[in-house]
Structures are given as C-alpha cells and as structure tokens.
C-alpha cells in the first residue's frame, strides 16, 4: 500500500513573535497527534528547544524534539535540514505531523523550496506556512522605516537602497504565509488591532486567511490540517532576494545584518530588578530580542526570560534537573553594528 505523505507545518514569524509559545499551546493540545518537531535557532544557545521539552506533552516526546543550531535552516538546507528529515522518515514510528519552527530571521521560501527535493517530495508535503505576527510590535511601528524620510532620501539619490532588513524580512514571511496569526491582540486596543491588520495586508499581494490570538493560543484543529501543498505554489510567494536577483547570478541571502552571542553570568538575586535594568540596557543598545533563562538562588525553578524590545517577561518554568549546572544563559539579538563589548558589560552590570 502506498503510504500517505506525511503532513509538515512550517511556523515563521519575526524574533519574538510567540512562535514557541504557540507551539507549546500546541503540543499540549494535539488531541492524540505524534507530532514530530525540529526547530531552528539562530546563534547557538537551544533555548527554546529546552522551554518545548519542558512542556511535558505525550504528543511529542524528547526523541521527537530536533534542534539544528548551527545556522539559520534557510541557508543549510542540503547540509542539515534534508539530512533530518530524511532520517525522521526512516525511523519505524513514523509521526502523523512534523511541525518546523524557523528561526525569527530566517526566510521561508528556501525550506518550503528544500520539500520539492526528490527524496522528499514523495514521502512529504507542506499543510501550510503559519506566520506569527507580534501585533504591539506593529502597532508601534517597529517594523516601518520613517516613509517620509525615506521619500526625502530617495528624491536626493535614487540609487540608495531604502528597503530596511527588518522591514524586508517581515514583508517576506508574510508572502510565504497561508495563515496569519495577528499574537498578542491582548496589548492593544481595537483601534490599533485594526491598524494593524490594514498594516499587514498592505504588505502583500496574497490574501492568505488572518485569525487572532493573545499568548499563542490557537487550536491545533486551526494550526494543523490546511492541506494546501504549499511546495507547489512557491513560484508566488518570492522573497525580495528573490526578486532582486531573478534572471541574474546567484545570490547566497544571508544574515551579515543580524548578529547574536550568548552571554553568561552568575546567579540573579533580585530578578525584578535585573529585568527593569534589562529594559534600560535594550533601550540603549537597540537589542532586537533578548532570550535565555537566569539561577535564582534558593529557587529550585529556572526563571526564564525573554525580552521583546522593551517588553521583558519573566516567569519561572521548570525545575533545574539532577546534574545540570544552573547558571544565567542569554542569547542577545540585534543588527550587526551593534556594540557586543558594550552590551556584554551592561548586562553583566544588571545582575
């Protein structure tokens, strides 16, 4: 008998969306699925590979969590990302889904291109791409350059590139998109709901559907079963990379405008305080995404801490395991001329 193609669900969307959250939502609610689940970070601290196998979901067990940290999954699909997969599909419990979360500054296109590979194509398909929209983030703008500037630059020397890297990645995971979750709608009044819902679709010439969600949750019933084979249909959904480059040489796209490092400390004793002083350090620097998880003495829970421009949430998420080292392990996020000395010793400072 011909074996079905297993379904695979791609979830994109900018640095801090609420990609792990909703994913987390969703292995806790997978009504029975296997789902097998690979993630991809960008820098080389797993961290929310460790927040997801803390989740304690039968839906998807340790063996089933598969982390590629050593580069973005858009640039090393024939290294890493076919590899995975090819061994995924070889094992004998097959899963009924995989779920792949790229990493928040990766383009979608290439990965769902990577599904048309032969040893691929015959045994998966795409259900759909997921993109997570982090709707405060819009609604204050974080992803639009100052327009009228820009038109002004653009009237004294038309040769300047004006498309900014966050603003052309944002456009890209939207076009790739065949749902798109306008997160946390709780931070915002109707009004800017609304604005940014206009933002979002004036950013595109498709209409995938939109549906909202405050802290990711959304039902996998929603998230899981599109059906849209979307490897088929990549053709119309080109990045701005693409299309700059269609007809001439290739271009390797690559992330020399994002830069990330981990930084290590001892222990935090006042963990409100180190937050509030976090924010002054995001404000300063221009840190674009800020995630790890800090030692609070005589707290048997690790405090995790993820910060989206100005926004730090902090909670405590799971107990430090027999043998693990506690330590505070952050992974800092931001635009390439950003100061790493400077921002390494603030930080240090916060604690």
């Not at 990965?111 to 032969?118: E, G, I, Q, T, Y």
């Not at 194509?121 to 405060?136: H, L, M, R, Y």
């Not at 963990?271 to 609070?296: N, Q, S």
Request: aromatic share 4%; with cysteine.
């Amino acid at each position: 008998m011909l074996q079905q193609k297993i379904p695979a669900t791609v979830i994109t969307g900018f640095l801090g969306a609420g990609k792990t959250t909703m994913i987390r939502n969703l292995l806790q609610n997978a009504g029975g699925k296997r789902i097998a689940l690979i993630i991809n970070e960008f820098g080389d601290l797993g961290v929310d590979g460790d927040v997801l196998k803390g989740c304690g979901a039968e839906a998807c067990t340790e063996d089933d969590i598969i982390e590629l940290t050593n580069g973005c999954i858009c640039c090393t699909v024939a290294d890493d990302f076919i590899p995975t997969m090819s061994k995924l599909l070889e094992r004998e419990n097959r899963p009924d889904h995989i779920v792949i979360e790229t990493s928040g500054l990766a383009l979608p296109q290439p990965l769902v291109a990577a599904f048309n590979w032969p040893e691929i194509k015959t045994q998966v398909t795409v259900d759909g791409v997921v993109t997570v929209v982090d709707s405060a983030a819009v609604a204050a703008g974080r992803f639009a350059d100052d327009h009228d500037r820009v038109d002004a630059l653009r009237a004294e020397d038309e040769n300047l590139d004006h498309e900014s890297p966050l603003e052309e990645l944002f456009e890209d995971q939207l076009t790739a998109a065949d749902l798109i979750v306008l997160n946390k709608t709780d931070l915002i009044d109707a009004a800017g709901l609304q604005a940014v819902r206009d933002e979002v679709a004036s950013r595109i010439a498709r209409k995938p559907s939109m549906i909202e969600a405050r802290n990711g949750d959304v039902a996998a019933a929603v998230l899981l079963g599109l059906g849209v084979g979307t490897e088929d249909d990549i053709a119309n959904r080109k990045s701005h990379h693409e299309l700059e480059h269609e007809g001439g040489e290739e271009h390797d796209h690559d992330h020399d405008e994002f830069e990330s490092f981990v930084v290590e400390l001892g222990p935090v004793a006042d963990p409100a305080a180190f937050t509030e002083r976090l924010k002054g350090v995001i404000a300063e620097h221009d840190v674009l995404r800020l995630k790890g998880f800090a030692d609070v003495p005589g707290k048997p829970l690790r405090l995790l801490v993820q910060a989206v421009g100005s926004r730090v949430d902090t909670y405590f998420e799971r107990a430090w395991t027999p043998g693990e080292t506690r330590g505070t392990r952050l992974v800092v996020i931001g635009l390439h001329d950003m100061d790493e000395a400077a921002v390494r010793a603030a930080i240090a400072a916060a604690v």
